[in-house]
């Protein structure tokens, strides 16, 4: 069909493809002329070009003279040949189908060759072994693979026939396609000729575009130097404007700050009126309070006393009664006269004290009344000179007179109020004015109606003569009456109503709404003329429960002089019963009126609505807006217009056409609401009515300020019409006239009278002239000016193109690419011939959108439909330009309908949103990372839609150790969502997988993940991968057993699969170790924990369950427990000093001084609280703990416990070397823990399961009791745990079945036999779970404590000779008195049994020295203590003293202090050390070179004069290890101290200090050593100490150790010398 073209007539195709050149700029300018530009070519075209021009025109003649005939040929021909061009493709491909089903075909047959080659070796193989069983089957594959092959075989024969048969096809089609070459060639080279043509064309056509597209540069120029002038002048108007308003904003910011500061003086005296008001409030409060308790006292005494008289009465009663009985007479009847009689008094005396009020009221009343007389009086004076008295002055006359003689009348206007309260009923006077006001029907006998009985007698006579008011004192009193008649009215109508109005309950049901309901609902007058008497009836029907009343309370005061209700009450009505109402208007105003008709019922006061509506008149169109439609110009056509008046009142219309000069008048821009609404029937216009009137009753209640305000701006409207007098009353608005109104007309009926409620149509004629959009504008104006002038438009289209698409947009909506979409375009035509269509698509779209057929024929008057293909590829968005928005994806493409002899074309647009049908995954690769084959990895991925259009999908292909949730990877996703979903990894077997997830979508579309894993094959299994617990309650404990098993029997791969690591080495076989790796703060215990398993063999593991409350929740129910406690016992401290002082003070003082110390208080105490730690032994923490247990919810807990696997024996790792365990052969155990309530409770002690005996004296015993209940709902067994036999702890008593519900006591006891703190766990086993107690308690015993830390007590260095004391103490802390002893070691008689075992030094190299060392040779204890014995009171502390007296000079005098209790318990051993020097200086530090064990022979004593001589040195050794771990890093110095010290002494001595001094230090330095200090002082009863390091100097050889010595010189009463040998050494280790 693309090659039709060349079948047309050459001039007929040029012509054609003109217009479509010119169409863009045609529809740019529409002014230009297309026949002008072919003129001015053909003048200015040079003579090469017409040249040109004249051998295109020979080609034309030769075209012309083709016949019919020749090009109907040619057009078979051509149809033949894209026929045969078809057959050739198809042919192609199914050879190309047919060829890959042979190859597949073939592949199938080598394969089923291979495979029956295969299992006839397995034949073989089997047949040998003799397994007859797998031969059998062996044997049935080979049938079935035999069979296979011979399908096969006939497939591929099959195939190759066909294959055969479409070649020959094939060959046949390219014979004919040759015989067809030449006709080929000539076509193409026609077309190519009509290129050239079209292209010598497009030159002159783009000459004649470049004039136009000057001409439109000049006409834009033109146009924007207008629009700058115009927008100057728009500039300087604006300036103008914002000037004004400048001026205009700082006279109003001016008003808005007075205004704001006189509302803000406003509001700080409100608020000061409001505090000062709040002030007073408080302060009545407090006076109220005050005077509340006092009056409570008051009627204490009140009630007190009428208690008394009350029984004084009844005594006296009793007493008469015995009186008339004793006569003899009916003592029954006189009491009741009696009682009579006393109630006639008591009314009598209320009725006097009521005629008393009444006369007060009514004389305050004509004062009242007097006063404002004479204040109108003032105000207006009388005209007439003479005064006639009126009725109210000889009233006042005959009250004066008569209260002369009594009392003063009071003027106390609260006495009404005080009538209110006390009085028994209102007056009957009260009564009858108050229903005669509320009637309202006006008489002249209303105050001899109202005042017909009299109170006061003689205030009318029989010839009394009523007198009449003058008509001036009648139009001087107030409306309505009175303020204080308007007062009394309203208090009289309330007592009314407060006695009249009752509740109605029936059945317990009380009754509340509207008591009757009337028919009509709204009672409305419409359409009155004045003069007239309307009358209607309402029906009242009762809807209350039961039997109600109905009263006629009257109407509101602006209707009674139109509005008369004729209602006579029909007495009780039931249920469901009516009574009718008749209302008589007669209208004397001829305006809107509107009220209620008010009844009383025994339920309480409903109204009916009442509305008068005049007549008006209610103007409306049935449209402002009239549409022709299109129009081919030539045509007429006329529509209708209705004007209708739903008014009762009629009036003159107009039609005019709005460009016709008008007066419109000010008054009518005020739209009255008739002329904006439209009617359709009657009903409308009474809602209409009905609003409005609302509307005039609102404007008519508005407050008087409103009033005011209004007729101020009246007067300022009036002042400006006087001061422009030049401006006319009336605006007149001229408007041009319109070039449309010729086109657009009115009917014959432009004008006339339209009556109350009718309507009349008027017709609207429409003939278009010139092409294009028409529209008029027409108004209708009224005679009466209440009604506004109403508008209406009528819009035309005026065509001159017969031809036209009825839907001028195509909508596609929603368009994937790469996806074929189609849909029909209708084309209509009015012409009466036949036409010739040309459908075209712009060239940016033509590769996308296609209009088939491109050319066709419509009939006259029908219709044509073209067949519309889109197809968007995915460079739309370049190819389509301007059409396509890329941001909105949304596709406007004008498409062209040409009609032939017509040069407009008929355009319509195709609307699409082309959106992609990406979906993505993400990521975009997945890494499972190590998963064992015993366990699955899950990981989740997203997948997102891009697309504008929901799309079906689904995961295919999957591996079988993947899988995809939910819904197995398949499912639908919208428009630019994303989902979630699971990838569950299993592996089978130890390998690295790579693999490829696959999702496809409703297209066919792939959208591929990639995905990698490592399967991990573990050494060790477990037998379960997940266990179960049964529902544990909690404290209970519930055990499971999982075995870890190591199967790695063998490095062959033959026997099984060898644990490995992906494609890793496998693991070597031998001894494997696990671990289970708990989380944190989990109820789980695993036992082992820890442990090796060997090849083939399995260890077993037990798991517990024990669930337990979390100690924070506990703790956080157990603080407001302790914060009430301790709130309690502040309280009560609080309130003890105040109880004494509590006569002074009122109540409500004392209650906010205690609120205010509480709260003092209370913060103190809580951070107290909460810094005091929570044992788990506490109440609180008991009480709290079994309040969660019995509130406890049951809940399901899951925990995964990861267990670690390594090679190798734990055992055979060094110290606490950890083994090498492999993060990827971790197993997982998944534990499932549901936990619920406990069966059995503590009901006794708060529900604590911590029971403590307390302190408990050894060989005494005690009680408990403890009462346990069954919360479950059955029995249950019991059974409980053995307590230990030679434990403290018994019980006493025990069962073996517990009801449901029920209780039973435990009887526990505890007999301590010794000093111990014993615990206890005593279960209390069910079906259901474990109940645990846990037992505590204390055996008191004797308990002391010493003062002496570390149980050492060094006495020092003395002189020998002399003696020293030290003291310490012993507190008894038990709650009994002690008895004590002292022993020493030194005096025991079992002391001679040590002495013949080897010396300590000798035995142990640690410990040198004997507990009992040296002793003085005097025979005498070196050590002593007083007291030896006494006893220790509970509480109280002993004071001891230790003496040392050596009697010679030795380092080692020792002896062990114990403290005996009750002559049987050793309580204390303290250790008593000590050292004695002949002089005062003494030197220690050093190591040891001597034994502590003295000589048993005589030590030589030398003369004092002589000791200097013979005295030898004192060797003292220092070792010095320089401890050196790395060469490179220097080590800190070794370092050793020796000690100076001076003893204090009582014998006098020439000097009082010791002096010491090293020698030596120069050469000491030399050789890295450094003393400080090297010389020195030291005071009587110090010592100071020498530090000494050492570095290794720099040509230090480590093999051979440093040795020096250096002499110490001590000076004190005597000189000493001593020789420090420092041997130093460095170390390379520890």
Not at 899 to 927: M, R, Y
Not at 972 to 996: D, G, M, Y
Request: glycine share 6%; charged share 25%; hydrophobic share 35%.
């Amino acid at each position: 069909m693309g090659d039709d073209s060349s079948l047309l007539p050459e001039d007929q195709l040029l012509a054609d493809a003109l217009p479509l050149e010119d169409e863009r700029d045609e529809l740019e300018d529409p002014e230009f002329d297309i026949k002008c530009l072919l003129q001015e070519a053909e003048d200015d075209v040079d003579p090469g070009h017409s040249s040109s021009v004249k051998e295109l025109d020979t080609d034309a003649d030769k075209l012309k003279k083709k016949t019919a005939e020749d090009r109907m040929q040619a057009f078979h021909l051509r149809q033949n040949l894209s026929a045969l061009d078809k057959m050739h493709e198809e042919q192609e491909l199914f050879i190309e189908k047919m060829r890959g089903e042979l190859r597949a075909c073939r592949q199938r047959r080598d394969l089923i060759h291979k495979q029956q080659e295969a299992v006839a070796a397995e034949i073989a193989t089997e047949e040998e072994a003799g397994n007859m069983a797998t031969v059998g089957r062996l044997q049935a594959v080979s049938r079935r693979l035999f069979a296979e092959l011979e399908n096969e075989r006939d497939l591929q024969s099959r195939t190759e026939a066909m294959l055969k048969e479409s070649e020959n096809t094939m060959w046949h089609i390219e014979i004919q396609e040759g015989r067809l070459e030449a006709f080929r060639t000539a076509d193409r080279e026609e077309v190519e000729a009509t290129g050239r043509r079209l292209q010598v064309r497009a030159a002159e056509q783009l000459c004649r575009e470049q004039e136009a597209l000057g001409k439109v540069e000049r006409n834009r120029l033109l146009r924007i130097r207008k629009s700058l002038h115009t927008q100057k002048e728009l500039g300087l108007r604006h300036q103008k404007l914002l000037e004004d308003a400048r001026k205009n904003h700082k006279v109003a910011v001016r008003f808005l700050k007075a205004s704001l500061g006189r509302i803000r003086e406003q509001e700080k005296k409100e608020e000061m009126e409001c505090h000062e008001y709040m002030r007073r409030r408080m302060d009545a409060v407090v006076a109220l309070k005050g005077s509340i308790s006092a009056n409570r006292d008051t009627l204490r005494k009140f009630q007190a006393w009428d208690r008394a008289k009350a029984e004084l009465a009844e005594q006296r009663v009793q007493a008469e009664k015995k009186a008339i009985l004793a006569q003899g007479r009916d003592a029954f009847r006189h009491l009741v006269h009696q009682r009579r009689h006393q109630e006639l008094e008591a009314q009598k005396r209320a009725f006097e004290e009521e005629q008393k009020l009444r006369k007060q009221e009514i004389v305050s009343r004509i004062l009242k009344e007097g006063a404002e007389e004479e204040k109108r009086k003032k105000q207006h004076p009388p005209t007439s000179a003479r005064h006639r008295p009126t009725l109210r002055d000889k009233t006042w006359n005959y009250i004066s007179d008569f209260c002369k003689e009594k009392t003063t009348v009071p003027t106390n206007t609260s006495t009404l109020d005080y009538e209110a309260a006390a009085g028994p009923g209102p007056s009957r006077l009260l009564q009858v004015v108050s229903s005669e006001l509320i009637q309202g029907d006006p008489g002249a006998s209303s105050e001899e109606e109202t005042l017909a009985e009299p109170e006061i007698s003689g205030l009318w006579n029989e010839d009394y003569k009523p007198y009449q008011v003058p008509k001036e004192d009648v139009d001087r009193k107030p409306v309505g009456g009175t303020k204080m008649d308007k007062d009394i009215l309203e208090r009289t109508v309330e007592r009314l109503r407060s006695r009249v109005v009752h509740k109605q309950v029936v059945w317990g049901r009380e009754f509340q709404g509207r008591p009757f309901n009337s028919k009509p609902e709204l009672l409305h007058f419409q359409d009155f003329d004045i003069g007239k008497v309307y009358k209607k009836k309402i029906t009242l029907v009762n809807t209350t429960y039961t039997i109600n009343y109905c009263k006629l309370v009257g109407v509101e005061g602006h209707l009674r002089d139109f509005i008369h209700v004729d209602f006579d009450p029909p007495g009780p009505l039931s249920a469901g019963m009516s009574c009718e109402v008749l209302v008589t208007f007669k209208p004397m105003i001829n305006k809107d009126l509107e009220g209620n008709i008010s009844f009383l019922a025994q339920t309480g006061e409903f109204s009916v609505p009442l509305k008068c509506s005049t007549k008006k008149c209610s103007l409306s169109l049935d449209k402002e807006l009239i549409d022709f439609g299109s129009y081919v110009v030539g045509e007429t056509t006329s529509r209708t217009i209705t004007l209708t008046n739903v008014g009762g009142l009629g009036t003159t219309f107009k039609f005019l056409p709005a460009s016709e000069p008008c007066e419109m008048d000010d008054s009518q821009s005020a739209l009255k609401l008739s002329s904006l609404l439209t009617y359709e029937d009657k009903s409308l216009y009474d809602k209409a009515a009905t609003s409005f009137s609302e509307q005039q009753l609102e404007g008519t209640e508005s407050s008087q300020a409103d009033m005011q305000s209004r007729k101020e701006l009246e007067k300022l409207d009036k002042e400006q019409e006087e001061e422009q007098p030049a401006e006319p009353e009336r605006l007149t608005t001229v408007i041009p006239p319109s070039e449309e109104q010729t086109e657009i007309t009115l009917g014959e009926v432009t004008e006339g009278e339209i009556g109350p409620f009718s309507s009349i149509k008027v017709p609207i004629i429409f003939t278009p002239v010139v092409p294009g959009d028409v529209q008029a504008r027409f108004k209708v104006t009224f005679k009466n000016p209440q009604c506004p002038t109403l508008h209406f438009r009528v819009v035309g289209v005026a065509i001159d193109v017969p031809v036209w698409v009825p839907k001028p947009s195509v909508d596609l909506k929603i368009c994937m690419y790469d996806r074929l979409y189609q849909d029909s375009v209708l084309v209509h035509t009015r012409s009466k011939a036949a036409l010739r269509l040309k459908f075209e698509v712009c060239k940016e779209l033509r590769a996308h959108l296609e209009l088939l057929p491109e050319t066709g024929y419509i009939q006259a008057q029908s219709s044509y439909s073209v067949q519309l293909k889109f197809l968007p590829r995915h460079s739309l968005p370049e190819d389509a330009g301007r059409y396509f928005d890329k941001e909105t994806r949304v596709l406007e493409a004008p498409m062209t309908i040409w009609v032939a002899d017509q040069n407009k074309p008929v355009g319509f647009t195709v609307h699409a949103i082309v959106t992609t049908s990406d979906l993505e995954l993400s990521p975009s690769e997945v890494d499972f990372g190590y998963c064992t084959i015993y366990e699955a990895i899950r990981t989740e991925i997203s997948l997102h839609n891009h697309s504008l259009l929901p799309q079906e999908f689904g995961f295919v292909r999957l591996p079988k150790f993947v899988d995809v949730q939910p819904n197995d990877g398949f499912g639908t996703i919208l428009p630019l969502e994303t989902l979630q979903f699971c990838v569950i990894f299993q592996p089978t077997e130890a390998k690295e997988h790579r693999f490829q997830l696959t999702c496809k979508s409703e297209i066919n579309r792939c959208f591929k993940l990639s995905c990698r894993a490592v399967g991990v094959h573990p050494p060790l299994e477990l037998s379960h991968y997940q266990i179960k617990f049964a529902a544990t309650a909690l404290y209970d404990t519930s055990v499971a057993t999982v075995y870890v098993i190591n199967s790695h029997l063998s490095m062959s791969s033959r026997n099984h699969s060898k644990p490995r690591i992906g494609s890793e080495d496998a693991s070597p076989m031998g001894p494997t170790s696990f671990e289970f790796l708990l989380p944190p703060d989990s109820p789980i215990t695993i036992s082992p924990s820890v442990g090796t398993v060997w090849p083939g063999k399995r260890c077993l593991v037990q798991v517990a369950f024990r669930p337990v409350l979390p100690e924070k929740l506990i703790r956080q129910e157990a603080l407001p427990l302790l914060n009430k406690e301790m709130e309690t016992k502040s309280f009560r401290k609080d309130m003890a000093p105040q109880r004494k002082d509590r006569h002074r003070l009122s109540f409500s003082v004392l209650r906010a001084q205690n609120r205010d110390k509480l709260f003092k208080v209370s913060v103190p105490h809580v951070l107290e609280m909460r810094k005091r730690e929570l044992k788990p032994s506490s109440d609180e923490y008991q009480a709290a703990r079994a309040t969660l247990l019995r509130a406890f919810q049951a809940k399901f807990d899951t925990f995964v416990v990861p267990c670690v696997v390594a090679s190798g024996d734990i055992k055979d790792r060094k110290g606490s070397e950890p083994l090498s365990f492999s993060p990827h052969n971790t197993l997982y155990l998944e534990l499932w823990c549901p936990t619920v309530a406990p069966s059995v409770v503590v009901t006794s002690h708060k529900g604590k399961t911590i029971f403590n005996f307390g302190d408990v004296a050894v060989g005494h015993r005690s009680i408990k009791k403890i009462s346990i209940q069954n919360v479950s709902p059955e029995d249950l067994a019991l059974d409980f745990s053995l307590l230990n036999p030679n434990g403290p702890f018994v019980l006493l008593n025990h069962s073996s079945l517990l009801r449901a519900g029920g209780t039973q006591v435990l009887v526990l006891s505890f007999s301590p036999h010794e000093s111990i703190l014993a615990q206890e766990t005593l279960d209390i086993i069910t079906k259901r779970g474990t109940l645990t107690l846990t037992l505590l308690g204390t055996g008191v015993a004797s308990m002391i404590t010493c003062s002496i830390e570390g149980s050492v007590l060094n006495m020092g260095y003395v002189i020998a000779g002399e003696s020293v004391s030290s003291g310490f103490k012993l507190q008894n802390n038990s709650l009994l008195p002690i008895k004590f002893s002292m022993h020493l070691d030194s005096l025991s008689s079992t002391r001679g049994r040590g002495q013949q075992q080897l010396p300590q030094f000798l035995s142990s190299p640690s410990q040198r020295t004997e507990v009992v060392g040296t002793q003085n040779l005097n025979g005498q204890s070196v050590f002593g203590v007083a007291p030896v014995k006494g006893v220790m009171d509970p509480g109280k502390a002993q004071d001891f003293t230790v003496t040392f007296s050596p009697d010679h000079e030795s380092l080692y005098f020792s002896d062990r202090l114990q403290v005996v209790l009750f002559e049987k318990k050793i309580s204390h051993q303290i250790l008593l050390k000590g050292a004695a020097c002949q002089h005062m200086m003494f030197m220690e530090g050093g190591d040891p070179l001597d034994v502590p064990v003295e000589s048993l022979t005589a030590i030589p004593v030398f003369d004092p004069r002589h000791r200097e001589e013979a005295e030898e040195l004192r060797p003292i050794l220092v070792t010095l290890d320089y401890i050196q771990f790395d060469t490179d890093t220097p080590a800190p110095p070794a370092t050793r101290e020796l000690q100076v010290g001076c003893i204090r002494t009582t014998q006098p001595s020439p000097k009082k200090t010791v002096e010491f001094s090293i020698d030596s230090v120069a050469s000491l330095q030399h050789k890295g050593f450094s003393i400080e200090p090297s010389r020195g002082s030291v005071e009587r009863g110090q010592t100071k100490t020498i530090s000494i390091s050492w570095v290794p100097p720099a040509d230090f050889d480590p093999d051979h150790p440093l040795m020096v010595s250096a002499l110490l010189q001590l000076r004190g009463d005597v000189k000493e010398t001593y020789k420090v040998i420092f041997v130093a050494q460095v170390l390379t280790g520890p």
